[in-house]
């Protein structure tokens, strides 16, 4: 009995191995065909995904190219702008030179005190007995090189105060805008609270705006009035910013530090070269030392140069070669950063 029970279950496995290598050989093309659909399906698939990608990095590409475009279009405006203004910032007129020495007299009145100028320098040498051949000398001295010498000492010394103070400022817009508050607000928030000449030169910028000028523009135009590289960095930032967008306070962020870096600079370049000047002082001031002790040794031996017109002609002589010397080793120490 157990035999037979044995061949029977060996009989009907065998009988069910025979039918599903029936039913296999039969449906082995429909499952291949299904497999090799499956693997199409997953090319198919990862081929959108990758013309995706490839279409997104190019959409991407598109945009900055068109964005770095947009921004060299704007430098090459703005460039052109510099350009055509630099002659009137490198050599303003008379009236602008007065504006950005901060000084509200008009050119009338300026004429009217350089003339008083000369008359009183003038007249102090013909006082003290100065040769009357020096006396033009005087007067043109007097009218026009001490009047104008005293609005390049302002226009330098309002320069540096604006520098001074100009990073600060910037750093308040700065956070201004982090907080929340337009640009506006930023600048008239400076106009009122900052001190001078900043103050006065943001104050410029806003009633700029009162009678229709956009801030870019009228941030473009402060190297007028203020004649340094840093107000002309301060107006591209913004005009660049408008037409190409961005952060605006990363981007004067960023001019604040190249500010602090360009003063921090001018500090070290000027530290280092204090031994040249002390010894252009010392050069500069021997000759008159040197006369002044052989004057107070020996007077009847220095005297003709000051009482004959020999003499007149060696002291005029001596003085403009010493004016180019003193021109020349201050052209060697001064250096622009």
Known sequence: MFGIDTTILAFIALAGCSAGAVAYAFLFKRIESENTAGRRLETVKKAETDRSVVMATRDRAAEAAKRRKSVQDSLKDLDAKQMASDKNIRKPPLKVQLRQAGMKVSIERFYIYSLLCGLLITAGAYVLQAPLLTLPGALLAGAFGLPRWFVSMRRGM???????????????????????????????????????????????????????????????????????????????????????????????????????DRKKMKAKVQALSMEAKASAVIIGALPFLVGFLV???????????????????????????????????????????
């Open 158 to 260: 309002r320069v540096k105060a604006f520098l001074n103070e100009f990073p600060n400022s910037l750093d308040i817009i700065v956070r201004a805008v982090k907080s929340g508050l337009p640009l506006n607000d930023g600048i008239r928030l400076i106009a009122s609270e900052s001190p001078e000449p900043v103050k006065t030169e943001f104050r410029r910028i806003v009633e700029s705006q009162q009678i229709g000028l956009s801030i870019p523009d009228a941030a473009i135009r402060m190297q007028e009035t203020m004649p340094c590289p840093e107000a002309g960095f301060f107006g591209i930032v913004i005009q660049i910013q408008q037409q190409a967008g961005g952060n605006l306070s990363e981007a004067l962020g960023n001019l604040s530090r190249v500010l602090r």
């Open 295 to 337: 004057y107070l040794s020996s007077p009847n031996y220095i005297m003709p140069l000051f009482t004959t017109s020999t003499g007149h002609l060696i002291l005029g002589i001596s003085g403009i070669w010493m004016s180019i010397g003193i021109f020349v080793m201050r052209k060697m120490m001064n250096f622009d950063v």
